[in-house]
């Protein structure tokens, strides 16, 4: 049974930093993408960043680029989103997600896999 288990999430101030891990099990993740989403209230389950777990090849939606980093421990079988500089509208529940080789990394309908989310709260 494929388990995805978000953590690390929790109130930061603004210009912060938190990191969120993914520990995934259950199958073999080599050649998948992981993939980070978020969701505020009232909004859609947006992309955030994703990695080919084969290669490492990163993806950055553009409201985060310089200010996050996505990678994956082999050993440990985690992904983890390092998030700096938080800003009050990175305000959201984040996911993680795994999606096969051939997915389309940003649609969220091309995941297969998702963690039950970890609240992400930025004060101003």
């Known amino acids: 049974q494929v388990q995805l288990v978000e953590s690390g999430g929790g109130l930061v101030q603004a210009g912060g930093s938190l990191r969120l891990s993914c520990a995934a099990s259950?199958?073999?993740?080599?050649?998948?993408?992981m993939g980070w989403f978020r969701q505020a209230p009232g909004k859609e389950r947006e992309f955030v960043a994703a990695?080919?777990?084969?290669?490492?090849?990163?993806y950055f939606t553009d409201s985060v680029k310089g200010r996050f980093t996505i990678s994956r421990d082999n050993a440990k079988n985690t992904v983890n989103l390092q998030m700096n500089s938080l800003k009050p509208e990175d305000t959201a529940v984040y996911y993680c997600?795994?999606?096969?080789?051939?997915?389309?990394?940003?649609?969220?309908?091309?995941?297969?896999?998702w963690g039950q989310g970890t609240q992400v709260t930025v004060s101003s």
């Open positions: 997600a795994a999606a096969s080789y051939g997915a389309t990394y940003y649609n969220k309908n091309s995941y297969d896999y």
């Open positions: 990695i080919r777990w084969s290669g490492g090849r990163t």
């Open positions: 259950g199958r073999t993740f080599t050649s998948y993408i």
